[in-house]
């Protein structure tokens, strides 16, 4: 089966999703109904912090969603917009010890689980025939979340069809639910467990983005070691072209992403950057990173 390239499955919760798309997505739950206290006090702690950075500088002032990512997923899509257009999102997990952690998070007018992205894609792919036939027919979807690298929109037709579409750029995954449920399969990573409340960035690096397949050394080189990871930000400090690779779906998938900076916390928890048309930057957990793909010089 042909090689799909993507950006980014098995936290879920069930949408049905009636036009016009953004305001379906208004009619989801507003975070004083789905969030606690505590959680949008973390929230408000973080946005604090990334609203400082310039690629994040229009959280400021924006107004901001907390929506679960499902029954007993323990996890919420928090979304950020400026005069009613999305300028980015955070994705929360809860810890085994009951605080909150931060997931991944990125700046763009296309964050995480956008209905309009969707809906969009949906038409551009021949899926829908138009805004009439969502009208008349509300679409039944799930919002599925496991990891960084594997979070998608599961939408089940009218025919009965099942399709799988990326949660940033809505595009159709070559995979099915048996190969969704082999690749998920897995118990939910737990990356921040035991680790100190994150309050603050204390480096910040952000370099020019790149063309990640004018160069493929994934076809040639061996990836970078654990060993000469240790040095990825000094890498990017000094402006290295840094690729991620991470080949999923029994080899159906493959995502490749340029390294364009980092966020370092005050827990010592690195985020890599990553830039691309869709969603913008993102900025995800370098464990996460590791275990489900390889960087490449």
Same mark, same amino acid.
């Given at each position: 089966?042909?090689?799909?390239?993507?950006?980014?499955? /098995?936290?879920?919760?069930?949408?049905?999703?009636? /036009?016009?798309?953004?305001?379906?997505?208004?009619?989801?739950?507003?975070?004083?109904?789905?969030? $606690?206290?505590?959680?949008?006090?973390?929230?408000?702690?973080?946005?604090?912090?990334?609203?400082?950075?310039?690629?994040?500088?229009?959280?400021?002032?924006?107004?901001?969603?907390?929506?679960?990512?499902?029954?007993?997923?323990?996890?919420?899509?928090?979304?950020?917009?400026?005069?009613?257009?999305?300028?980015?999102?955070?994705?929360?997990? /809860?810890?085994?010890?009951?605080?909150?952690?931060? !997931?991944?998070?990125?700046?763009?007018?296309?964050?995480?689980?956008?209905?309009?992205?969707?809906?969009?894609?949906?038409?551009?792919?021949?899926?829908?025939?138009?805004?009439?036939?969502?009208?008349?027919?509300?679409?039944?979807?799930?919002?599925?979340?496991?990891?960084?690298?594997?979070?998608?929109?599961?939408?089940?037709?009218?025919? !009965?069809?099942?399709?799988?579409? $990326?949660?940033?750029?809505?595009? /159709?995954?070559?995979?099915?639910?048996?190969?969704?449920?082999?690749?998920?399969?897995?118990?939910?990573?737990?990356?921040? *467990?035991?680790?100190?409340?994150?309050?603050?960035?204390?480096?910040?690096?952000?370099?020019?983005?790149?063309?990640?397949?004018?160069?493929?050394?994934?076809?040639?080189?061996?990836?970078?070691?654990?060993?000469?990871?240790?040095?990825?930000?000094?890498?990017?400090?000094?402006?290295?072209?840094?690729?991620?690779? *991470?080949?999923?779906?029994?080899?159906?998938?493959?995502?490749?992403?340029?390294?364009?900076?980092?966020?370092?916390?005050? $827990? !010592?928890?690195?985020?890599?950057?990553?830039?691309?048309?869709?969603?913008?930057?993102?900025?995800?957990?370098?464990?996460?990173?590791?275990?489900?793909?390889?960087?490449?010089?």
């Amino acid at each position: 089966m042909k090689k799909w390239t993507a950006i980014l499955a /098995a936290l879920s919760v069930m949408l049905i999703v009636s /036009a016009p798309m953004r305001a379906a997505a208004a009619s989801v739950p507003d975070a004083a109904q789905t969030a $606690d206290a505590p959680l949008q006090q973390h929230v408000r702690t973080w946005t604090d912090a990334l609203s400082k950075q310039p690629a994040f500088s229009a959280w400021n002032g924006a107004s901001r969603s907390i929506s679960p990512l499902g029954p007993g997923t323990h996890g919420w899509l928090v979304t950020f917009a400026h005069d009613g257009k999305p300028v980015g999102y955070m994705i929360v997990n /809860a810890t085994p010890e009951g605080g909150y952690q931060l !997931g991944e998070y990125g700046a763009g007018r296309h964050p995480a689980f956008d209905p309009d992205t969707m809906y969009n894609a949906l038409i551009r792919q021949g899926l829908i025939g138009g805004y009439d036939e969502i009208a008349k027919k509300p679409l039944r979807l799930e919002r599925l979340y496991f990891s960084p690298m594997l979070a998608a929109w599961k939408w089940t037709a009218a025919s !009965g069809e099942t399709y799988y579409l $990326d949660a940033w750029t809505g595009e /159709a995954l070559p995979i099915d639910e048996q190969a969704w449920l082999e690749q998920t399969k897995r118990p939910v990573p737990a990356d921040f *467990a035991g680790t100190p409340e994150i309050s603050k960035l204390t480096a910040a690096k952000t370099n020019r983005t790149f063309d990640p397949f004018e160069r493929l050394p994934w076809l040639t080189n061996a990836p970078l070691s654990a060993e000469q990871l240790k040095g990825l930000t000094g890498m990017l400090d000094k402006l290295a072209q840094v690729r991620y690779t *991470a080949e999923l779906f029994r080899s159906t998938v493959l995502y490749v992403l340029p390294a364009v900076g980092y966020h370092d916390w005050n $827990d !010592g928890r690195l985020y890599v950057a990553f830039e691309q048309s869709f969603p913008g930057t993102r900025y995800i957990p370098f464990e996460a990173l590791s275990r489900e793909g390889h960087f490449y010089k």
